[in-house]
């Protein structure tokens, strides 16, 4: 079974306006951390946001926020005001207690649109 | 504060010779990380080192991938000898030893085209 899911392969959505961007994941154990990923077409991956499984509000840093909503196991990126240097693949990633590298999703390729 | 540093940034080679890609992490890094990113994918782990000794290696095709870190501070992968399906982005990651949230910081990636 996949761990995180991403079903979305595209996106579009509209300068300043809002999108969020799906992810669930799969996993048994209680204690995890979700982590939110943006690779530009120059190909670095910049750490948006995290999310710990047992923080009791949903994480933000400026225009990003995360949904998670654990008893769904989703965790999904809110970005608020999109805007045209927001394009980018974003990557919903895991990492489980005892294993300290991540597992990833597919991606979403989100376009903004002037 | 300098990232994760990368080289090279891109390398061609024919099949079945070797390549070697450099990592230097994040200063006080401890874990550093090799991740393989395909085209269209999300990156997989090949090994993982805490410090000079690789933890989680389970995954690194050891016939023909190795890997160091020698000092526990720069890291090398080699591929010898490289086949066309390596073709694919090696992303290097370190992390400092945080038991809490371990951000991990990625570096630019060398992308590689095997012909």
């Known amino acids: 079974a996949q761990k995180i899911t991403q079903t979305q392969p595209g996106m579009f959505v509209q300068e300043k306006e809002a999108v969020t961007l799906d992810c669930t994941y799969d996993?048994?154990?209680?204690?995890?951390?979700l982590f939110w990923y943006k690779q530009p077409s120059s190909g670095e991956m910049i750490f948006l946001i995290y999310?710990?499984?047992?923080?009791?509000q949903n994480a933000t840093e400026g225009r990003y926020s995360l949904n998670f909503q654990k008893a769904r196991k989703s965790a999904n990126l809110v970005i608020s005001a999109s805007q045209l240097g927001d394009s980018a693949m974003y990557f919903c990633?895991?990492?489980?207690?005892?294993?300290?590298?991540?597992?990833f999703g597919s991606g979403t390729r989100l376009q903004v649109q002037p | 504060e300098a990232g994760v540093v990368q080289s090279p940034r891109y390398k061609i080679i024919e099949k079945k010779q070797p390549v070697a890609f450099w990592c230097n992490p994040i200063?006080?890094?401890?874990?550093l990380y090799w991740y393989l990113q395909n085209l269209g994918q999300g990156p997989e782990l090949l090994i993982r080192?805490?410090?000079?000794?690789?933890?989680?290696d389970s995954q690194l095709p050891k016939d023909r991938f190795s890997a160091e870190r020698l000092k526990g501070v720069d890291s090398t992968l080699k591929i010898q000898p490289a086949e066309l399906g390596d073709s694919a982005v090696y992303l290097c990651?370190?992390?400092?030893?945080?038991?809490?949230?371990?951000?991990?910081?990625f570096g630019p990636g060398t992308r590689l085209l095997v012909l």
């Open positions: 990633a895991m990492r489980e207690t005892g294993r300290r590298a991540l597992t």
């Open positions: 080192y805490e410090n000079e000794e690789a933890v989680d």
């Open positions: 990651a370190s992390s400092p030893d945080s038991k809490r949230q371990e951000t991990q910081y």
């Open positions: 996993t048994s154990d209680p204690s995890y951390g």
């Open positions: 999310q710990g499984s047992y923080d009791q």
């Open positions: 200063s006080g890094h401890n874990t």
